[in-house]
């Protein structure tokens, strides 16, 4: 079992940076994929970004490369999303995903374990 808890979303103006973290309990947290995902009110889940356990490879949705890092402290049994050069259109609820066995890291149902999300709202 794995519980994961998000921080870090907030208020922030368009042009400007925020870092989620994403702190798991529970054993082994670096033999899990992660991923971030988001999801605005009336909207799908929309894929973010994933890393793989061993943290060789990282994804990204179209709508953040290159703007988005995921990265992964795997001592502190923590993943990072840093948001760089925010859009109005990042505002959603940000939720970390994990799981052990992901056959496709950018599908949210091949995620076993969910936080319950923070919010980023970015103003103009």
């Known amino acids: 079992q794995v519980q994961l808890v998000e921080s870090g979303g907030g208020l922030v103006q368009a042009g400007g940076s925020l870092r989620l973290s994403c702190a798991a309990s529970g054993r082994s947290f670096s033999n899990y994929h992660k991923a971030w995902f988001r999801q605005d009110p009336g909207k799908e889940r929309e894929f973010v970004a994933a890393?793989?356990?061993?943290?060789?490879?990282?994804y990204y949705g179209d709508s953040v490369k290159g703007r988005f890092t995921i990265s992964t402290d795997n001592s502190k049994n923590t993943v990072f999303l840093q948001m760089n050069s925010l859009k109005l259109e990042d505002t959603a609820v940000y939720y970390c995903?994990?799981?052990?066995?992901?056959?496709?890291?950018?599908?949210?149902?091949?995620?076993?374990?969910w936080g319950q999300g923070t919010q980023v709202t970015v103003s103009s």
């Open positions: 995903a994990a799981s052990m066995n992901v056959l496709n890291m950018k599908v949210d149902d091949q995620y076993a374990y």
């Open positions: 890393i793989t356990s061993s943290g060789r490879s990282t």
